[in-house]
T-cell receptor
Framework: DGGITQSPKYLFRKEGQNVTLSCEQN?????MYWYRQDPGQGLRLIYY???????QKGDIAEGYSVSREKKESFPLTVTSAQKNPTAFYLC?????????????FGPGTRLTVL | QKEVEQNSGPLSVPEGAIASLNCTYS??????FFWYRQYSGKSPELIMF????GDKEDGRFTAQLNKASQYVSLLIRDSQPSDSATYLC?????????????????FGQGTILTVHP
């Protein structure tokens, strides 16, 4: 089955800890994205990557870091510098040419700071 | 002015009625428009996209685009209780100066739709 997987589904973090959220896709998509969603709000872009070993900041990158060492993987680290990290985190992927670049989403990771 | 605006609702319609969801956007360079459905606690699911002025139909769903008015809408005919969800409008700019299409989307805050029996 082709798709996007995210793990873990739920994550609890103590203040001051860094945590890493996993995102893997087997759709052979070049582009991958990380979004954050807060209750009652739309999605806000954290980071995105169009190609391996390259990524760009989105609208709310402060307190987050990413890497793109493999086409299939785009992990997100929520650092202790992120002051309000409790949210629903969504990973997405898309092609970058030959279409309208529809983004498809993984199931999400719900992060709670204790 | 927000880049993409939706009426947050909730929008309540009776089963079998037409639900009309609206979205306006501020960037005239926007080229592609997407509607996602998000059930409570789940991730967004793409249901339609449109890029040309006019209507695009897919089953019970019709997307309408008016670039002159910077307006895109989603109509759901014969609404069912299973359509109850949050509907997210997303907008993408066209190709950048480099000729690549980078796919960055800007989302509205979503409209909550409730279809009651």
């Amino acid at each position: 089955d082709g798709g996007i997987t995210q793990s873990p589904k739920y994550l609890f973090r103590k203040e001051g800890q860094n945590v890493t959220l996993s995102c893997e896709q087997n759709l052979n998509h070049d582009a991958m994205y990380w979004y954050r969603q807060d209750p009652g709000q739309g999605l806000r872009l954290i980071y995105y990557s169009q190609i391996v070993n390259d990524f760009q900041k989105g609208d709310i990158a402060e307190g987050y870091s990413v890497s793109r060492e493999k086409k299939e993987s785009f992990p997100l680290t929520v650092t202790s510098a992120q002051k309000n990290p409790t949210a629903f985190y969504l990973c997405a992927s898309s092609v970058t040419s030959g279409g309208y670049n529809e983004q498809f989403f993984g199931p999400g990771t719900r992060l709670t700071v204790l | 002015q927000k880049e993409v605006e939706q009426n947050s609702g909730p929008l309540s319609v009776p089963e079998g009625a037409i639900a009309s969801l609206n979205c306006t956007y501020s960037d005239r360079g926007s080229q592609s428009f997407f509607w996602y459905r998000q059930y409570s606690g789940k991730s967004p699911e793409l249901i339609m996209f449109i890029y040309s002025n006019g209507d695009k139909e897919d089953g019970r769903f019709t997307a309408q685009l008016n670039k002159a008015s910077q307006y895109v809408s989603l109509l759901i005919r014969d609404s069912q209780p299973s359509d109850s969800a949050t509907y997210l409008c997303a907008v993408k700019r066209g190709r950048d100066a480099g000729g690549t299409s980078y796919g960055k989307l800007t989302f509205g805050q979503g409209t909550i739709l409730t279809v009651h029996p």
